[in-house]
């Protein structure tokens, strides 16, 4: 039998919390013991409706709601439809009967709220949530190919109306902090600590007992932004498949043809049928491949990634106190500014002390913009402004225990600048270098000790991009190695770590893209169609301003590669058939 995952406590003015706690696990996930029991819960209010005044959902975890079970959905067959879709209409039925109680129902949101998350708060008539570090609200369920199934949907499009809650909530799954989802309308009301919440959300019931109603379930009630068939909706509508098309750039990804698809046929009929229209678009995606494949690379593969799947086993922990970064130029000067984020203190040396200053008014400008935008606060931004400390003079090194070499792509200058600092800072201190394609095992020749040389190379704009290669050159130690993957997760960013070889992993892949297109041009086939089939998969390269620039597209015109692309040969063989790439 299930555990029950939550609890039910009813105060003495007769309003019921009910706190969801999962035993297995630390977060709440919508698992068959939470069904469940939420389908008790729900069954019991009914019964003793009318000593109840209201109702308070919460949760015990530092988490509200972490959404669907994905262990489950990812097993699920094209012959299993007809069970998710009666599974996820009989969690329809549960929050469908909590909203239509005729008692107020409050969600008291004491953490991250996503997918499932937020659809149990949508269900309820009035949120709260608390203005915590790290919560976090929205419904991502796009980014793993599948849809908000639990209503979600259904209830934007109806809070929102069609193109405000398609655009701005449902097809990108954003993920909003707590302030944006207030300002944007998911949440109504803020709070700066978890333990104001429920006494809120009581106090709220106390104050509205009358607030029990939906807005689509009052009389008169007007979607907003009008239906389908409304004439400025009608005008706009049909352009809709086009832009997505576009942003898709053909991409076979199903679940965003799926989620607008739901908004618009929901739109034109009853809630609960709209519900179900929902219930079998998501039944489709869960069981379909291209959900699994999302969900295996973006849930499962980053989640073991960012726990740590791929540092060495049996190495303590050895935490970085202070980083040096050689070069101030737009690399180094984004990676001084994430590591003082992160709260680091910074030693950025340059040539001279004014090119130091240049790289760090990079950090300013940054700060300026957060200020501006509320992101931070004056003291705050001080404070990371004063860690990073600027120089020309090697000396100012002493006391750093990571060293990051940013200059330019050149083994000889990079020899060069790590011989100056190498004696002056710490004795363990790892040597890292954001080269793009020189090898590793190749740079490591210029310093003394090999064993704690390795390669970290960012993208750029670094305070943007998440990702961040960790390179291991023939000597480096797995010492260096865990220390170097211990501070890429401490800045927020996803390690991925790879062996030494020429352009190391997403230059050699961004390559071959750059080389199989200029084949076909060679070739005379028509550019726009012969470039669109390896946009699909992964990120379009940028136009690279001068060969210097660091962005990805630079990567592949580096004379450190093997092979520049003005100096291919006239007519290497080629994995694209020309025949299907002219076909219209």
């Known amino acids: 039998m299930p555990d029950n995952t939550i609890q039910w406590d009813k105060d003495a003015d007769g309003i019921v919390t009910l706190t969801m706690d999962d035993p297995s696990g630390s977060a709440n996930v919508m698992n068959e013991a939470y069904i469940e029991s939420m389908g008790k819960a729900v069954d019991r209010l009914v019964a003793e409706k009318d000593s109840i005044t209201g109702v308070v959902i919460t949760s015990a975890k530092k988490t509200f709601f972490a959404g669907g079970d994905v262990k489950t959905m990812v097993q699920a067959r094209p012959e299993d439809a007809g069970d998710v879709f009666n599974t996820v209409e009989t969690v329809k039925r549960q929050f469908r009967t909590l909203e239509t109680l005729g008692k107020p129902v409050v969600a008291a949101i004491n953490g991250a709220a996503l997918g499932g998350g937020l659809e149990i708060a949508l269900a309820c008539h009035h949120r709260i949530a608390a203005d915590v570090k790290g919560s976090q609200i929205g419904l991502p369920e796009v980014t793993l190919g599948l849809l908000p199934g639990a209503g979600g949907v259904t209830r934007t499009v109806r809070m929102f109306g069609i193109q405000n809650a398609f655009v701005n909530i449902l097809s990108q799954g954003t993920r909003f902090k707590p302030a944006k989802a207030k300002e ?12 104001e919440l429920v006494p809120a959300a009581k106090a709220w019931i106390k104050a509205n007992p009358d607030s029990h109603e939906q807005p689509w379930d009052k009389k008169g009630y007007k979607m907003p932004g009008g239906t389908p068939s409304s004439p400025g909706l009608a005008s706009i509508l049909p352009s809709f498949p086009a832009l997505l098309r576009k942003q898709l750039k053909g991409a076979p990804m199903p679940a965003p043809k799926a989620i607008l698809s739901a908004a618009v046929e929901g739109a034109q009929v009853d809630f609960d049928t709209a519900t179900r229209i929902e219930s079998r678009y998501f039944a489709s995606l869960v069981t ?25 086993d049996g190495i303590a922990k050895t935490p970085i106190k202070k980083i040096g970064v050689l070069g101030a130029g737009m690399m180094g000067a984004g990676i001084a500014y994430v590591s003082a984020k992160a709260g680091y203190d910074v030693v950025l040396k340059d040539v001279s002390l004014e090119a130091a ?54 083994q000889e200058l990079k020899h060069k600048v790590f011989q100056e600092i190498e004696d002056i800072v710490e004795p363990n201190a790892v040597l890292g270098s954001n080269t793009s394609t020189l090898p590793i095992t190749g740079l490591a020749t210029g310093v003394k000790r090999q064993e704690d040389f390795i390669g970290i190379h960012f993208f750029s704009p670094v305070d943007k991009m998440p990702l961040v290669e960790i ?16 501070y890429t997760l401490a800045i927020g960013k996803t390690p991925i770590v790879v062996n030494d070889s020429r352009g190391f992993f997403t230059s050699r892949v961004i390559g071959t893209f750059v080389n199989e297109r200029w084949l076909c041009s060679a070739r005379a086939w028509n550019r726009r169609r012969s470039s669109r089939p390896g946009r699909r998969p992964g990120t379009r390269p940028r136009r690279c301003s001068s060969p210097t620039s660091s962005t990805w597209s630079s990567c592949t015109r580096s004379p450190s590669l093997p092979v520049r692309v003005s100096r291919m040969p006239a007519a290497p063989t080629s994995r694209i058939r020309p025949r299907r790439l002219s076909r219209r």
Request: proline share 4%; no cysteine; net charge negative.
């Open 184 to 195: 944007i309308g998911l949440v109504d009301e803020l709070l700066p600590t978890v333990e």
């Open 288 to 312: 379909g491949q291209v959900a699994k494949n999302m969900i295996q690379a973006f849930f499962f593969d980053l989640q073991a990634i960012n726990a740590g799947g791929s540092r060495p």
């Open 357 to 410: 200053q240049k790289g760090k008014g990079y950090s300013e400008k940054l700060e300026a913009k957060a200020l501006e935008r509320g992101r931070t606060t004056q003291e705050r931004s001080d404070a990371l402004l004063a860690r990073i400390t600027p120089t020309g003079d090697p000396a100012d090194l002493k006391g750093v225990d990571f060293v990051i070499e940013a200059v330019f792509e050149n």
């Open 471 to 486: 390179i291991k050159g023939e000597k480096t130690s797995d010492e260096a190695l865990a220390r170097v993957f211990d």
